[in-house]
Structure formats: C-alpha cells, structure tokens
Nanobody, 124 residues
Framework: QLQASGGGLVQAGGSLRLSCAASGFTFDDYAIGWFRQAPGKEREGVSCISGGDGTLYYADSVKGRITLSSDNAKNTVYLQMNSLKPEDTAVYYC???????????????????WGKGTLVTVSS
C-alpha cells in the first residue's frame, strides 16, 4: 500500500513537500515515485527512484525544481517541489512497481501499486 500526503495550495514560486509511505513490500526491490495528472491532460511521469541502487529519473518539465529522496528505513519517499509554477497544478499520485530487470525506474514504477492522489494547486 502507498499513502501519499503533503498536497495543498501554494503561490507560484513557493514550495511543497509530498510524502509517500509504502508498506507491504520490500522497498529495496521496487521502483517508486510520482505521476501527476492535470485537468484535461494525460498523466505524466514526474520522478522516480529505484529502491535498490537509488538511480533517479526526473521529467524535463521539473528538472532543477524538484528533488526526490528516499528514506529506506522508513519506506518513504519525499518529493520536494520548489519554484512551483501554475502548470504544476495537478493531482499527484505515488506509484511503485517491482524492479524485474535492468531498466530504469521509469519502466517499472507505474506497474504495481498506486496510492490515492494528493492535489497540488499553484496559484498565479
């Protein structure tokens, strides 16, 4: 199971930190991260991390503004979002999938568990 938290309303240029607490699976064997879906748009992969080796992925749209980190002892990942823009407004979903081969986290993390979304609203 994945429990996401931390969404809210923030002004443009502000910051938010999302958390995703995982349970029921071995964190090190999974890729875990965040997707988002803005109104009227397709779901977008934002960032992920491979629990075993810590390799990271960031979408081009968030590079330099968002940092994903993990606390393996707590089975929790954090998405620190800075310099937020109105176009970051979306429902953010935490997702995790087992790493079954040699591909990066982006290939796996949407193929298993999904948490309930948390809404991030960035006002201009």
């Amino acid at each position: 199971q994945l429990q996401a938290s931390g969404g809210g309303l923030v002004q443009a240029g502000g910051s938010l930190r999302l958390s995703c607490a995982a349970s029921g699976f071995t964190f090190d064997d999974y890729a875990i991260g965040w997707f988002r879906q803005a109104p009227g748009k397709e779901r977008e992969g934002v960032s992920c991390i491979s629990g075993g080796d810590g390799t990271l992925y960031y979408a081009d749209s968030v590079k330099g503004r968002i940092t994903l980190s993990s606390d393996n002892a707590k089975n929790t990942v954090y998405l620190q979002m800075n310099s937020l823009k109105p176009e970051d407004t979306a429902v953010y979903y935490c997702a995790a999938g087992p790493v079954l081969g040699g591909y990066g986290c982006y290939y796996y993390y949407g193929r298993g568990y999904w948490g309930k979304g948390t809404l991030v609203t960035v006002s201009s």
